[in-house]
């Protein structure tokens, strides 16, 4: 699935300072609509794998409420107790649309 281009759905349905899981051929991702930009990672944290949609939205960053690691949402850089960071997905708005590039 390398290079997948995914339609997560309309940029109405995110809401601004939203947090929102979407599942779409496979993939289950965070969308982040903040401050006019949106963001996607995957919905798993790299500390214990939990699910980062619980999560909370700081400035630039997600908060995994499990054990409190952050990941800074354009490079992924994780804080403790999370070491690996998360990874960090392509987004771009086409015809209203929001689209997620995976692995890119
Ligand atoms: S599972 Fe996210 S910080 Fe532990």
Redesign the pocket.
Known sequence: MSGARLDVGPVDSFEEGSLTRVEVDGHELVVVHQDGEFFAVPDR?T????PLHDGELEDGKIR?I????TFDLRSGKATL??IKPLACYATAVEDGRVVVTPNA
Do not use: N, S, V
Request: hydrophobic content about 25%; some cysteine.
């Open positions: 944290c500390h214990a794998k939990k995994c499990y054990h409190g690691a107790p999370a």
